[in-house]
């Protein structure tokens, strides 16, 4: 029988970790260090490392994840490229731990190692929302969403629906939660969707809404009105705004996206 090269090792792997059903589970991070101790040389080695450190933010060991970028980050000096997604990683699992100062520090080496890198900026967008700055998180998201595989870009239209509305931009909000919702999301991330493109109104129709509900409210306080009569045209003024909310979202132009390359988006300008 022909031994497997590495790379088949590695792509075994690399399917085994993209199963759902696996996280957490300790054979697959068995699998990973047999592939380890077969690479060969030390960017080989990094490669396994990044798989696994992937893999363990994704099962929710975070302090495990860092580990292995620890051992990661030894063996790629003189490799830019790799010292980018070590250092890109590395923010992502800090920002996980709440250290959006520290995430924020190797987010930007990773750009200085590589300018281009998708990922390092995507962390930059989640530590400014998390730092309460949604315009830089929003400039940020808008740069790599054309540049993300598909099955990502719900979420980041998501984030950007969350980033227009803290703005003050609901239309824009709308938008985006609609682009998400057209996607594949988790229940949590649809149903959030479907809030910020339901509720992400002008302020005058907020204005609008609260200000019939106060009226008729008092006048069924002073008993000139009943309370029934009172909730449902509460009610119809609240189904009424969301209606409004929901047809009036923006239709998206439609432009095609460039295929994401091995760079995680090699057409972003150096900031």
Known sequence: MTERSFS????????????????????????LREVRRAARTPQEKVEVLLLEARWLLRSGREAEAQMALDTAQGQVPGHPDLMAEV???????LA?????????EYAHQALRLNPAHVDARLVLAEVAFRLNDPARAVALY????????ANERPAAHLALAEGYRRMGLPALA????????????TTPQRW???FLRL?????????????????????????????????LVVAGVVGLALAVAWFTTPAPRRSAHPQKNSKRGAQIPPS
């Open 8 to 31: 088949e090792r590695l792509a075994e792997a690399r399917a085994l970790t993209e199963q759902v059903s696996l996280l957490g589970d300790p054979s697959v991070l068995e699998v």
């Open 87 to 93: 250092c890109a990683l590395r923010a992502h699992v």
């Open 96 to 104: 996980k731990r709440g250290k959006l100062l520290a995430a924020n």
């Open 142 to 149: 808008g740069e790599v969403i054309p540049l993300l595989p």
């Open 174 to 185: 709308r938008l985006h939660a609609r682009l998400a919702l057209e996607g594949h999301l």
């Open 192 to 194: 959030k969707a479907i």
């Open 199 to 231: 509720t992400s109104l002008h302020r005058a129709t907020v204005l609008a809404v609260v200000l019939a509900t106060v009226m008729w409210g008092v006048a069924a306080l002073l008993g000139r009105v009943p309370w029934g009569i009172t909730a």
